[in-house]
């Protein structure tokens, strides 16, 4: 799909989430039809169904959870593609409803991981307040303005906070200042994104036999062909204990022909891999290829073949 | 440490998760001081400061998260070491004071992972029900007991369910049957657990530097000696981006020659690797050594090269 | 070219030798021109120059020398193909003028290689014999005809032996029984020679950096597609000391996918490699070709990325 | 054995070859008592039966022949060691008896190779010239001191021509200067000769098995410890078709920690292997040990795994 101000997406909600954030990021969506989904799952099959036209979720570290969820939710059913991803910076505040204090603060609602990671500004400046699990941390915000007084503030995203009107106390209150989580929007197979040259190629491929030296033969496709990757994960099938396939980001494009070659090495040797995007890297950088993994090198290498396979 | 019936160990609470049956299933843990912690970084951490000798923890797929977390805790901080693995089979049911009838269910408690996997049976059999998070499965169920009617049910651990006297309206309500959380006990570094040839060693890898073939550099070490890996994940430093460590699992045990002379490998080109142990493998299983990679052969080229060196 | 009775060729000579032996085995050439050389390169400027269409010259193992020449003359100047190559079974008889006695052997002339693979049925035979050098072991039974009695016997084949009308005083006199020297018929470029299904593609490699892993980069080319070499010479470059290239035999044609992939590959890392020739294996041994390293795993991938690339 | 001036050699002869050329560059050898031998199995023969303490003879690109006999030799029998290494320039004269003149010169005696590579400037200058084959070029010189007039000028050493009296009438007058030629010289086992930064190990591989990846493994001993490659060579075991050695040189000296563990490496895979030496390189040439294969990370890596086998 061409991404455009016409579109509709969904994203693992509430109203509110990083996750939301993160979709607000790409040109066009702030304008656009905006659907809340309370699964990753939920998320994509409103793709899969055509219901809307791509969908924004977490693919990692994400405090909202929902990662292992979108890498196995993309790896089976209809296919997907991955079409763009955001890196949004994590930063958590504590919101309240006008008016409250914080020594008045007793109970925090929010997610598990939003908690976990600020324990630390918790104990230091609301020592004895009690934890209240949230489903998110939007949710936490939602549940001061509608809910029924079960905690009194909600640690959550400044985006949401601001936009309930809520009073922030404290700002950056996560113990890791920098934190960024990364999100795909996911579409329907179609016409591939434009090659940017700082892109990214995710796939996820099956390991055919489990011996040693199967893995190494699958990254030999990559390594060989000099293409980095930057994210390599083993995963069970979850149908019996001792299978697996491999989640990976590569550098480069569909369109490069070191990426192409790599991918059809990948084929031959694990024909249930599935391609699942080539797009644009959020941080933009560029990958360091060397001559003999040129696209040079290869048109270079087919010509030279093509007269020998005539007799020159 | 030698794990004896004197011995305490902390848990990834509340009492009743499925980390507490995982610590049930070691020899003698039933009798012995068990101790409730809120996180997994606080589990370890009473590991590190001494107040208990282990600490059961997940460390893949649990559906009370912690995953990353445990992987991320292990990694950095004061050595710890895995001296054994449990898997648990995860089996929901859901649970219900005596005298509720599932006709009068209406909202149900659980963590956001079991709700995710069980929403198949709520759809078709409570339908209308509205979830309510809780911070853990075991949570859910202490709340049904202690709580302030927030919600009448809960999906829990059938453990939780017996201890806790709830009535238990279905079995088995989860998506996947045969679903299995694998758990990992980790105490401080001591003499090795024995060897018993279906051993696994789990290390951290640094990638010492970020181009392609630095990976395999790294996988060679495992290959070039027959060793499996079961595992592998790719974990940012969290220092800046594109900054690498592996979390992986080799087939073997340190002792084993194969599996010694590939760490010496890895420290080689890693030095900062981390070893974080080598334990017997829950499900038995015992991996093909080839010939060439066996102890045997290991011994016969040292006593080879020994006659070199000497003049012989 | 296509050999066919009415060409003509050039071969390392004199007339007799094993290397006309070879040539004779090459259908028509019995009846064609057949110009014998006095060395291998110049039996390969004739191919050069257009005076013949082909040349046979020894390749491997040769009694009569010219490997190393023959290698290093095919790796250099004007392009040339190899077009087919030839195994001769190498045994070496005593032949006389009519009427001399084996007690009356005193000098035996014959090339220093021949004499070398003879001297233990010599000592055991004819003990006094001196030995008298020869530049071939057809030079010898030459020498016998025309000469000035420098000697009264000579270690040839059993081809020259018969032509000349000589008496063989014994067969068979080499150490080895069952040697057998490998011989290539080479012709300038043209359409390649038909693919049988046990063919070898003879390469030159240069060394494009001397590095550890720069050859294991070039041979891995071959590995990763499945394609065994049955010969690899590195032969120093002559320029200076420390540059190579690598003069290889691998199994299979380059019109199989896998070969052709692997040229390709080389072609990238090392673009001054040559293509000396894919032709029938004199042994015909097929080789093993596992499924995704056929043609069909080849078009298969093929197929699959061009649907990716237009969005399917 | 220590190479000292109580020392006897062998070295394929006869008197003024190269090959003696090459032993009178061995501190000490021109006044140890030196055996020409007539073959370079006769000399190593010598060698193992104890009658001399080492024998020098050619191991690569010799004018003389010899370098398959030689590696061949070495990789069969009772165990050799080659000691050190010498190259020697190759230069060739046209020596005449005294008074000869140019111009009067109508046959001229040699060896084959020296013929070969001799060939452009006797074009140029003796242009009628016939050739008459000799063993080699020492043994032209001495045919024209003790010979029957067959020819009247020789291609040879400068050696043997000065050492013989005879009158130079051309020097250089090989196609190729700056020529050089390796020899080596082969002891039995004994104390190893001392390391000195710039050294060789030569070493005999059986192929374990044929088939694609089997080579990769022999050489991924080296390529995965630094360890470069000076030369490979396949051989076929002359036991039947198909069956292959491997002979190389390798960068590095055994006391390496290094190249001891690529012999380990090796040993495990193809236990036949056999261990020709390590010696000092005759162009002293460095080279480049990357931090990772360095002794000191060698050490660095036993202490680590020794730490952790103790429960550090």
């Known amino acids: 799909m061409r991404v455009s101000t016409s579109s509709s997406y969904a994203y693992l909600g509430p109203e509110g989430t990083f996750t939301e954030a993160a979709l607000l990021q ?54 997907l593609r ?6 949004v910076p994590i930063t958590f505040v504590l919101a309240v409803r006008p008016g409250t204090a914080l020594e008045a603060v007793r109970r925090i609602g929010t997610h598990g991981h939003a908690w976990a990671q600020c324990r630390n500004w918790v104990d230091a400046n609301v020592r004895d307040a009690e934890y209240f699990p949230t489903s ?12 029924d007084g079960s905690y009194d503030a909600a640690i959550c995203s400044p985006l949401v906070a601001g936009r309930l009107g809520l009073t922030v106390l404290a700002t950056d209150i996560g113990d890791v200042t920098d934190a960024v989580t990364r999100f795909v929007l996911v579409g329907r197979p179609d016409a591939l994104p434009p090659r940017t040259g700082a ?14 030296g199967a893995l190494m ?14 994210r390599i994960e083993s995963r069970p099938t979850g149908q019996f204990l001792g299978d697996y396939f491999f989640s990976v980001d590569a550098d480069g494009h569909v369109e490069d022909a070191r990426v192409a070659d790599a991918l059809k090495g990948l084929h ?41 396979l005539e007799g020159r």
């Open 199 to 212: 892109d990214k190629t995710t796939l996820v491929i099956p390991l055919p036999e489990d011996h040693p």
């Open 26 to 79: 790409v040109p066009g969506a702030e304008s656009a039809r905006r659907v809340p989904a309370s699964t990753v799952g939920a998320a994509l099959d409103a793709v899969r169904s055509g219901s809307v036209d791509a969908a924004m979720v977490p693919i990692e570290n994400s405090v909202e959870g929902g990662v292992s969820a979108t890498l196995d939710a993309i790896a089976v059913g209809a296919p």
């Open 217 to 230: 033969q699958i990254l030999d496709q990559f390594a060989a062909r000099g293409v980095n990757l930057s």
């Open 136 to 147: 998110s941390t939007a949710a936490a915000a939602y549940g001061l303005v509608d809910g």
């Open 268 to 308: 031959r040797i694990s024909p249930g891999l599935r391609f699942l995007g080539s797009y644009a890297r959020a941080d933009r950088r560029t990958p360091a290829v060397e001559r003999h993994t040129s696209d040079d090198a290869f048109g270079a290498a087919d010509a030279w073949l093509g007269d020998i």
């Open 82 to 87: 991955i079409l763009r991803e955001e890196l």
